[in-house]
């Protein structure tokens, strides 16, 4: 019976989340379950010792923006490009608003969340400076890309906290080129992002903007819905790494 228990996915799921360090105790299987090894380290960082071989290599996680951010951060766009400056702005600090008991959730730490705090209004109180700039079309792509670069300094923060100098966080707009056919420049993405790899190896997880690159001109751009998503396929293929894993808070097939 105790056999069984070692293999029962809902039972071990619970038990990591009590106690990380209970995946030591899980089935070969299990142990290998992103899922499962997810839960544990996020309960307790040294969990990680306890799983496959292949979830213990060197990741990188591509993130998306937090959830709702990106959609609202468009509607701020085309507000601020109709001339509607004010219901810009507004939105923008309503935004700002649901941020903060997004971070009180997300760390424990008092220190943690005033850096978390200052990372937020830094990027918010930049984009309240461009609406206040004359419109262009390149300030669209710069303040819709906030989303990412906002979500992955918190997970980052988040992860200092959980398991400190664990992660290292690389930005996108340093690796990720399109070429002149809007494409995605594989072979300059490859040794760019070999080379800041090889800048961090200190680091077990390397953690990036999905979404976020740069133009063949060098201006900040984006790879449109699902770049997220395309972020990942793209490193996934200029690494050659062994698996590519997205995973989505998205109900249904899109």
């Known amino acids: 019976a105790a056999d069984n228990l070692l293999v029962d996915a809902n039972i071990i799921l619970a038990a990591v989340r009590q106690n990380g360090l209970a995946l030591e105790y899980a ?19 040294f969990a990680l010792e306890s799983a496959a071989a292949n979830l213990q ?28 400056i004010d219901g810009a702005l507004a939105r923008l600090e309503e935004l700002r608003a649901t941020y903060d008991s997004f971070i009180q959730s997300l760390l ?13 209004n830094q990027y918010f109180d930049e984009m309240h400076r461009l609406i206040h700039q004359p ?15 906002i979500s992955t ?71 449109n819905r699902g770049g997220s998503d395309y972020s990942a396929t793209i490193m996934g293929a200029a690494l050659n790494v062994q698996e590519i894993q997205i995973w989505t808070d998205i109900d249904g097939m899109h």
Do not use: W
Not at 30 to 45: E, R, T
Not at 57 to 84: K, M
Not at 108 to 120: G, L, P, Q, W, Y
């Open 27 to 45: 089935g070969d299987n299990l142990q290998a379950d992103p899922m499962i090894v997810f839960a544990a380290v996020q309960q307790n960082g």
């Open 57 to 84: 290599a060197d990741s990188i996680i591509v993130l998306a923006a937090v959830s709702g951010t990106s959609n609202t951060l468009v509607e701020i766009g085309e507000l601020f490009r109709l001339g509607n």
């Open 108 to 120: 424990t730490e008092a220190s943690n969340k005033k850096i978390a705090f200052k990372i937020v």
């Open 135 to 149: 419109f262009y079309n390149q300030i669209l792509k710069i303040i819709v890309v906030n989303g990412e670069l």
């Open 153 to 223: 300094h918190l997970f980052q923060t988040y992860l200092n906290e959980k398991h400190p100098g664990s992660s290292g966080l690389i930005p996108a707009s340093e690796f990720m080129y399109l070429n002149e056919s809007e494409e995605p420049n594989m072979a300059l993405i490859s040794a760019k992002l070999e080379n800041l790899l090889n800048q961090n190896t200190a680091y077990e997880l390397h953690i990036t903007q999905g979404f976020i690159c740069r133009n063949c001109s060098g201006g900040i751009d984006n790879l």
